[in-house]
């Protein structure tokens, strides 16, 4: 096996030489062996050990079992200890997932603070294979189905072409020590029933039944990558960026067929779930929204927005003309000028005298209304949006600089009347909106 790993570093991942590598072992078989491997292959590692603390004494053993062997090779090891089950239930997650989220944590962690470059994890064929089946067992789209990566981000799995068998002949030839754990042979957990229930009739079938598989899956990939770059193409297309959002015009997404297909591809990486909902919005009325953890979809008029959820500061904030303003969430400089230089949407020029300080910036509120500048009479914001087109995400986003309750300025749209500099005005007030 020692020589295939090696042309495997060579010739497919070769940029792990002479990187900082930061090894995940349990002690089991698998990442024992890699750990053998690597060392063999002259890679930079380090191991890191996490104790979950699900199997007492075993747990504690697997740890023990981890520092001997850092030690024996001369290896620095990372240990960390976890209250998994009392942070499964907190976050409302099955103990494995819980495992994995703060392996994972604990791992981006150390590549922060110790500047590895990446965390090498011992998945293999079999792995792949039983992923595969977990989520057709599930029900997923050919992204599901194309495998375990074996990059993913600073995520490098050396393993992956080599089966659980290979692994563990290479490890008896070579008299390699691991732990057993013992959770493994437990049927509770559905990995497991797939590993030993439902894997071994299928290589049944056929003797080289792993090897067609892997084959497959290779396909899957490269159709998965052909669906990708399709995609992102159409993205480029029909994504236009506007003040932070994602605009989409909804009759060029219903020239996409299939449709539901496209929607799917186009959207799921902003975690949306609820597809019918996401669909539904194509011919919703113009307000209606569709949320995921993340992100927004709104339907606006015509076309359909994307917005990553953000929390956005509200309240009232003192506006002192003769101060910086850099805490302020809508950052403004004030100046008295002697004239009005330019005419831009983020700076206004206003008469001093008429302004109360300190001034406030606010949110907008259902109910404001306003003297637009060059225009006679009041306006509602609200119809003023409207007249303007501009968006809810946007509106969320509007700031108001106030003076004595009274709008000045709606800050990078339009200034109000009844403040604007005339021929007896003394003092100039300059304010921009530094962007």
Same mark, same amino acid.
């Given at each position: 096996m020692f020589p295939k790993f090696k042309e495997h570093i060579d010739q497919e991942i070769s940029f792990l030489k002479g990187k900082k590598l930061l090894l995940a072992? $349990?002690?089991?078989?698998?990442?024992?062996?890699?750990?053998?491997l690597c060392e063999a292959t002259n890679l930079n590692i380090v191991l890191a050990h996490c104790n979950f603390k699900l199997r007492g004494g075993e747990s504690d053993g697997d740890e023990d079992f981890v520092r001997q062997l850092a030690f024996k090779f001369?290896?620095?090891?990372?240990?960390?200890?976890?209250?998994?089950?009392?942070?499964?239930?907190?976050?409302?997650?099955?103990?494995?997932?819980?495992?994995?989220?703060?392996?994972?944590?604990?791992?981006? %962690?150390?590549?922060?603070?110790k500047g590895f470059d990446y965390v090498l994890t011992a998945h293999h064929a079999d792995d792949n294979l039983e992923t595969f089946l977990i989520?057709?067992?599930?029900?997923?789209?050919?992204?599901?189905? $194309?495998?375990?990566?074996?990059?993913?981000?600073?995520?490098?799995?050396?393993?992956?072409?080599?089966?659980?068998?290979?692994?563990?002949? *290479?490890?008896?030839?070579?008299?390699?020590?691991?732990?057993?754990?013992?959770?493994?042979? $437990?049927?509770? *957990?559905?990995?497991?029933?797939?590993?030993?229930?439902?894997?071994?009739?299928?290589?049944?079938?056929?003797?080289?039944?792993l090897q067609n598989f892997l084959n497959t899956q290779n396909h899957l990939q490269q159709?998965?990558?052909?669906?990708?770059?399709?995609?992102?193409?159409?993205?480029?297309?029909?994504?236009? $960026?506007?003040?932070?959002n994602i605009k989409m015009a909804i009759s060029e997404l219903e020239q996409l067929q299939p449709l539901e297909s496209y929607l799917y591809g186009l959207f799921q990486g902003y975690g949306f779930t609820e597809w019918n909902d996401v669909a539904g919005l194509l011919t919703a009325e113009s307000g209606k929204q569709v949320f995921s953890k993340t992100h927004r979809l709104l339907k606006d008029r015509d076309c359909l927005i994307l917005s990553?959820?953000?929390?956005?500061?509200?309240?009232?904030?003192?506006?002192?003309?003769?101060?910086?303003?850099?805490?302020?969430?809508?950052?403004?400089?004030? %100046?008295?000028?002697?004239?009005?230089?330019?005419?831009?949407?983020?700076?206004?020029?206003?008469?001093?005298?008429?302004?109360?300080?300190p001034l406030a910036l606010r949110n907008w509120e259902k109910g404001?209304?306003?003297?637009?500048?060059?225009?006679?009479?009041?306006?509602?914001?609200?119809?003023?949006?409207?007249?303007?087109?501009?968006?809810?995400?946007?509106?969320?986003?509007?700031?108001?600089?106030?003076?004595d309750n009274k709008i000045v300025w709606v800050v990078g749209k339009r200034a109000d009347e009844r403040f604007k500099v005339e021929d007896s005005t003394r003092q100039i007030l300059k304010i921009t909106q530094l962007i």
């Open positions: 072992c $349990s002690g089991g078989l698998d990442s024992v062996v890699l750990m053998h001369g290896i620095q090891v990372f240990v960390k200890q976890f209250e998994t089950e009392q942070y499964a239930e907190k976050q409302r997650l099955s103990v494995q997932m819980a495992a994995r989220k703060l392996r994972y944590q604990w791992f981006d %962690e150390l590549l922060l603070a989520n057709l067992s599930r029900g997923t789209g050919i992204d599901g189905l $194309s495998g375990i990566p074996e990059v993913n981000g600073q995520v490098v799995r050396p393993l992956l072409p080599f089966s659980r068998s290979e692994i563990l002949e *290479y490890a008896e030839s070579e008299g390699i020590a691991w732990r057993e754990d013992s959770s493994n042979a $437990s049927s509770k *957990y559905l990995r497991n029933k797939i590993r030993h229930q439902l894997v071994p009739p299928l290589k049944e079938l056929h003797p080289t039944f159709t998965n990558d052909l669906v990708t770059n399709h995609l992102n193409e159409v993205k480029s297309k029909l994504f236009k $960026s506007r003040d932070g990553k959820i953000e929390s956005q500061p509200n309240g009232t904030y003192p506006v002192h003309w003769d101060k910086c303003h850099n805490e302020l969430p809508v950052q403004l400089k004030l %100046e008295l000028v002697d004239a009005i230089d330019e005419q831009a949407k983020n700076v206004v020029f206003l008469d001093k005298e008429k302004l109360m300080f404001d209304y306003f003297y637009p500048f060059g225009m006679q009479g009041k306006k509602k914001l609200s119809k003023f949006f409207k007249d303007e087109k501009i968006d809810l995400f946007s509106k969320e986003k509007q700031w108001l600089l106030c003076s």
